[in-house]
């Protein structure tokens, strides 16, 4: 049974994680609306806040993973290949660092540089792993979310693949 200091705690820290910035950014996001509210609190209070200047490496092609997967809520970040080809620019809502997140052996296929000055929150892979030990539903949620962006990522490279064909050999199979 919680005493009534539990309970005015616990509203205390509810309120101040709703009433933070970075919480409301986080909740708006089409990730976040779809989830419970107590698990998009959960979650949010597993993930550390980062701000990053411009032109700042977040990690660079070829380094280890720290285990950690990173969402934009602000700024601009491309991801460039080895040599400099930039595959992307992210911004607010997107994820990266998946991979190195889901493999930790895995080394980063990417270099992510700060364009604009960004804020991003992390999930560190021990912190999912303790969520999927201690709140099941909750890990199966996140795991849902991380396969849906994956799958995300595979059609958008099929696609991709598609046109490529098509502009190769003339629309011709």
Avoid: W
């Avoid at 040599?83 to 620019?89: F, H, T």
């Amino acid at each position: 049974m919680n005493t009534a200091k539990q309970v005015m705690d616990e509203v205390v820290y509810t309120s101040m994680i709703e009433s933070s910035n970075e919480f409301q950014t986080f909740n708006e996001l089409p990730l976040v609306s779809e989830m419970d509210p107590k698990a998009a609190m959960m979650i949010f209070s597993c993930m550390t806040k980062k701000t990053f200047a411009d032109d700042e490496v977040i990690y660079e092609a070829g380094t280890y993973s720290v285990s950690q997967m990173y969402l934009v809520l602000d700024g601009k970040i491309n991801v460039k290949n080895e040599s400099g080809y930039k595959y992307n620019s992210l911004r607010k809502g997107d994820v990266f660092g998946l991979f190195s997140f889901l493999d930790e052996d895995r080394k980063h296929s990417v270099t992510a540089k700060v364009e604009t000055a960004a804020t991003v929150l992390t999930l560190d892979r021990a912190y999912f792993d303790l969520i999927c030990i201690e709140e099941p539903v909750l890990g199966n949620q996140l795991m849902r979310f991380m396969f849906r962006l994956l799958s995300e990522k595979a059609l958008k490279f099929e696609v991709e693949y598609a046109h490529m064909h098509n502009f190769a050999f003339g629309g011709k199979v």
